[in-house]
């Protein structure tokens, strides 16, 4: 299937789904200038990505913005920062570092040593980029002109998640936060008993008109984030009774029809949220982890 056009969801606001992986690269313009959110999933993909764009757009990239630091949207990031003279500062969360050193690298290793499921790609030319403008803090960034307002959250789909909100057009940039190819995806470095928390905190500051630029999948708006809340509280709730009712990682793992996601989602989520469970002092109480303020 053909990588689709370059279409505008909300004003001067771009959005490209490439094939692979259903990933969606936004583009922010402002007078001659482009703010890129994600950069593709190799070095290969970020020249085609800015093939692409000068295109599509006769402006340049001056920043770009990397929502999380999961591979598909981080491994491009070399094809637009790496250079000391040409390349554009990279934003993103500022625990992305970390992340990149625990799970992508590792991650890359194993692909070096394997092929990573696609022997095409040469994975010798990655270089790991991570961001050189690290956000602890909601922070606004300027492109021609216009207002793009960064901000980092709390763990959930990772602990590096950073939203983007475009307020003159109503837009947000939200990359895995919410998943709108298919169910809620349980990666590496995820904390599903605080994804409620997460995607609940995104959905106070969504209003009714705004669209929201998934990392996968169509645009939605706010109602469909309310309704991905309302499932991740279900599932964290049904993971802490699993626990506390003393059900093992393996068990609710062969018992997987009793669960809402599909197994090879389930497996990281259960382990992971167990893990905690285990870990943690005493298990909080079985209620909802968040309470939208405006569930519509
Ligand atoms: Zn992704």
């Given at each position: 299937?053909?990588?689709?056009?370059?279409?505008?969801?909300?004003?001067?606001?771009?959005?490209?789904?490439?094939?692979?992986?259903?990933?969606?690269?936004?583009?922010?313009?402002?007078?001659?200038?482009?703010?890129?959110?994600?950069?593709?999933?190799?070095?290969?993909?970020?020249?085609?990505?800015?093939?692409?764009?000068?295109?599509?757009?006769?402006?340049?990239?001056?920043?770009?913005?990397?929502?999380?630091?999961?591979?598909?949207?981080?491994?491009?990031?070399?094809?637009?920062?790496?250079?000391?003279?040409?390349?554009?500062?990279?934003?993103?969360?500022?625990?992305?570092?970390?992340?990149?050193?625990?799970?992508e690298r590792p991650r890359l290793a194993a692909w070096r040593a394997d092929?990573g499921?696609?022997?095409?790609?040469?994975w010798?030319?990655?270089?790991?980029?991570?961001?050189?403008?690290?956000?602890?803090?909601?922070?606004?960034?300027?492109?021609?002109?216009?207002?793009?307002?960064?901000?980092?959250?709390?763990?959930?789909?990772?602990?590096?998640?950073?939203?983007?909100?475009?307020?003159?057009?109503?837009?947000?940039?939200?990359?895995?936060?919410?998943?709108?190819?298919?169910?809620?995806?349980?990666?590496?470095?995820?904390?599903?008993?605080?994804?409620?928390?997460?995607?609940?905190?995104?959905?106070?500051?969504?209003?009714?008109?705004?669209?929201?630029?998934?990392?996968?999948?169509?645009?939605?708006?706010?109602?469909?984030?309310?309704?991905?809340?309302?499932?991740?509280?279900?599932?964290?709730?049904?993971?802490?009774?699993?626990?506390?009712?003393?059900?093992?990682?393996?068990?609710?793992?062969?018992?997987?029809?009793?669960?809402?996601?599909?197994?090879?989602?389930?497996?990281?989520?259960?382990?992971?949220?167990?893990?905690?469970?285990?870990?943690?002092?005493?298990?909080?109480?079985?209620?909802?982890?968040?309470?939208?303020?405006?569930?519509?």
């Amino acid at each position: 299937m053909p990588d689709s056009q370059w279409v505008e969801v909300a004003p001067e606001v771009f959005v490209r789904a490439y094939d692979h992986l259903q990933l969606n690269i936004t583009v922010v313009r402002g007078c001659d200038d482009l703010l890129l959110v994600d950069s593709r999933s190799s070095p290969t993909e970020g020249i085609e990505l800015k093939t692409d764009l000068a295109e599509f757009l006769p402006a340049q990239v001056r920043m770009l913005v990397n929502t999380h630091a999961h591979f598909d949207h981080t491994f491009g990031n070399q094809s637009f920062g790496s250079d000391p003279i040409e390349g554009v500062p990279i934003y993103g969360h500022h625990r992305l570092p970390a992340h990149l050193d625990s799970y992508e690298r590792p991650r890359l290793a194993a692909w070096r040593a394997d092929g990573g499921g696609e022997p095409d790609r040469d994975w010798d030319d990655l270089r790991i980029t991570p961001p050189n403008r690290l956000v602890a803090s909601s922070q606004t960034v300027r492109v021609g002109g216009r207002t793009v307002l960064l901000h980092p959250l709390g763990p959930g789909h990772t602990d590096t998640d950073l939203v983007l909100h475009v307020p003159d057009a109503r837009a947000w940039i939200v990359g895995d936060v919410v998943e709108a190819s298919g169910p809620p995806m349980f990666g590496s470095g995820c904390f599903p008993l605080e994804l409620p928390n997460q995607l609940g905190s995104l959905l106070a500051d969504l209003d009714e008109t705004d669209i929201v630029v998934p990392g996968h999948g169509p645009v939605v708006d706010r109602a469909f984030v309310a309704s991905q809340l309302a499932e991740v509280e279900r599932f964290a709730q049904q993971l802490r009774l699993a626990h506390r009712s003393g059900d093992s990682v393996e068990r609710v793992l062969a018992d997987h029809d009793r669960w809402p996601f599909p197994a090879e989602g389930l497996e990281l989520a259960v382990r992971r949220a167990f893990a905690h469970l285990d870990t943690a002092e005493s298990d909080p109480p079985v209620i909802p982890a968040h309470t939208p303020p405006r569930r519509t």
